[in-house]
């Protein structure tokens, strides 16, 4: 996987945790740029971790799968993709919640929460990796720092973004995901 395919990979990866950080950022009233570093910090550091457990757990079980290793990641990378785009379509139920209980919304322990959820699709990813020539590590930083910065701008912009961006950055990764499953299989059937 070259560095081109890796930056795409990881501003896919950082898509749904930006979609959040508008939603976070729209509760905020006037958002300060250390909270939104913090933010950031926050979910690019469990962003840049999950791929590494995902990885660890597909290297333990790569060597039984080699010679159909690209369908996995195939059907992984596809599937996550499509889940994204369909996930990007669905109405927001959360609004009534977030107006009852916003301090709730604001503690650290539900932003740590929402900040592994959105890493799911990374372990994910790492899982895939491993069955592929990727430095895991290079791979981990650039997502993690992806995210770091869409997190970031996402928490800022919140007020201004949330009504137009969101869903649309998710289905950007969604087909950004699909492209790159697809492409390793094509790498890997016609080679």
């Known amino acids: 996987m070259n560095i081109i395919t890796l930056s795409v990979l990881s501003l896919a990866m950082s898509t749904d945790a930006f979609a959040a950080s508008i939603t ?3 509760t905020l009233k006037n958002p300060r740029v250390l909270s939104a570093i913090k933010l950031g910090l926050l979910f690019g550091c469990i962003e840049a971790i999950a791929p590494i457990i995902g990885w660890l757990i597909g290297s333990a079980g790569a060597d039984y799968v080699e010679a159909f ?3 996995i990641a195939f059907v992984l990378l596809v599937g996550l993709g499509i889940h994204m785009l369909l996930e990007s379509r669905k109405e927001d139920d959360d609004d009534e919640e977030d107006e009852v209980t916003p301090n709730t919304k604001r503690s650290f322990i539900a932003t740590l929460l929402t900040a592994v959820g959105t890493s799911i699709d990374a372990m994910t ?3 895939s990796l491993a069955f592929m020539k990727v430095n ?3 791979a981990a930083a650039m997502i993690g720092l992806a995210t770091t910065i869409m997190v970031t701008i996402g928490a800022l912009l919140g007020n201004v973004m949330s ?3 969101g869903k649309k950055a998710e289905a950007i990764g969604g087909v950004a995901l699909i ?3 697809c492409g390793i299989l094509y790498s890997h059937t016609m080679a």
Request: hydrophobic content about 50%.
């Open 179 to 181: 492209f790159i499953g």
């Open 69 to 71: 290793d690209h369908w």
């Open 24 to 26: 976070k950022g729209s």
């Open 125 to 127: 990813v790492g899982i």
């Open 163 to 165: 009504g137009w961006v």
């Open 136 to 138: 895991i590590y290079l």
